[in-house]
């Protein structure tokens, strides 16, 4: 048996985000956005800061004994 998931297109989502609308309301929805906004947003700058706290070319330890 082969389930097989439906294509979701533009009107779809119209009617999804329509819904979502009507239970929570234009304000609370507005609410969320931001607050998916802003998350993404932090995430992206932990992710840079990260980037930046990593030496680029640094001294390479080697662990061989030139003797």
């Known amino acids: 048996m082969v389930i097989t998931v439906p294509e979701i297109g533009v009107p779809e989502i119209l009617i999804i985000i329509a819904v979502i609308v009507v239970?929570?309301?234009?304000?609370?929805?507005?609410?969320l956005g931001?607050?998916?906004?802003?998350?993404?947003r932090?995430?992206?700058?932990?992710?840079?800061?990260?980037d930046d706290d990593r030496p680029a070319d640094g001294p390479k330890e080697t662990t061989s004994d030139p003797t």
Not at 23 to 31: I, T
């Open 23 to 31: 239970v929570f309301g234009a304000g609370r929805v507005a609410d």
């Open 34 to 40: 931001g607050a998916l906004g802003r998350g993404i």
């Open 42 to 50: 932090e995430f992206r700058h932990a992710l840079r800061e990260d």
